[in-house]
């Protein structure tokens, strides 16, 4: 069997909700299955060192911008949810929990309706349940395993693996070792799985051992 794709991702990134509205058809004319992993966004960013864009008033801005153009162009709902930046925590936990891959499919895909299409949000228990119980699932029994030491650890794991991976952002896919980060990364996936674009992983040995000859001052450092 072909090897799945592997979509990292947290239900705070814009992003990574118009990636996922589209990874499904992909993969479908791809032959491949999509293996959806929940992962804390704040964690990789603490890992790396990173700065979310949320965090960057200017930045914030224009992601706002852009990933309402491509809403427009995709012909999917994009609306704000009740905060931004929000805790996805519980959402990415009760994702996280033990289920067939086709039902996770369908949670992520009420949970990310709940998020970006109107749907109210998902960081109160209440929402969470009741979008997990729109697709048939015991969404008042995930809610309650979500706060499982159980499912903190498997999330925090999965963040961690991903991390060791060399995630740093979502949405993130994986085919095997090859990865592709962002929504406009995906032509370069699909290109890749029809076989008209080679593995290149293999070559970043040349560019990873690329020495520096200037370091940007940060604020406040030496």
Not at 16 to 26: P, R, S, V
């Amino acid at each position: 069997m072909s090897a799945p794709i592997r979509f990292y991702f947290d239900y705070l990134s814009p992003y990574a909700y118009l990636a996922w509205t589209q990874i499904g058809a992909l993969a479908a004319r791809c032959g491949r299955v999509v293996e959806p992993v929940p992962v804390l966004f704040a964690g990789l960013l603490n890992a790396s060192g990173g700065v979310g864009p949320a965090e960057m008033p200017a930045k914030r801005r224009y992601v706002f911008l852009d990933t309402l153009r491509t809403a427009h162009v995709l012909k999917v709902p994009l609306l704000p949810p009740p905060t931004h930046p929000f805790n996805p925590l519980l959402a990415l936990r009760v994702s996280s929990l033990p289920m067939a891959n086709d039902a996770r499919v369908r949670l992520v895909d009420a949970l990310y309706a709940a998020t970006w299409a109107g749907g109210g949000g998902v960081t109160e228990p209440d929402r969470v349940a009741a979008a997990a119980s729109s697709i048939g699932l015991d969404g008042a029994a995930m809610v309650a395993a979500a706060a499982s030491d159980d499912a903190k650890t498997r999330l925090r794991r999965q963040t961690d693996e991903a991390i060791a991976l060399g995630t740093f952002g979502v949405p993130t896919l994986y085919v095997g070792d090859e990865m592709f980060w962002g929504y406009d990364s995906l032509p370069h996936l699909e290109r890749f799985l029809r076989g008209e674009l080679p593995g290149l992983s293999h070559r970043l040995q040349d560019w990873r051992d690329l020495p520096a000859s200037a370091v940007r001052r940060r604020p406040g450092g030496p």
